[in-house]
């Protein structure tokens, strides 16, 4: 049980530690100076909604017990 949470567990950090500082320099090459601040919070929010809406679905998935 334990390789299996190794081997989910470890691509996810990679994959996190490789797409938040691009996500980071395109909205600052996206956005004017002016509305740097709106982009940054809208991009955030955007990530935000996504990592909850995945942590609901886990946490269902995982209630539901195995599917195999």
Partial sequence: MATRAVVTKYPLIIGEMLIMPTIDSTVSRLATA???????????????????????????LLVSGPLL
């Fill in 34 to 60: 002016q509305m740097i601040g709106v982009f940054f919070g809208l991009a955030i929010f955007i990530s935000g909604l996504g990592e909850g809406t995945g942590n609901y679905a886990g946490g269902r």
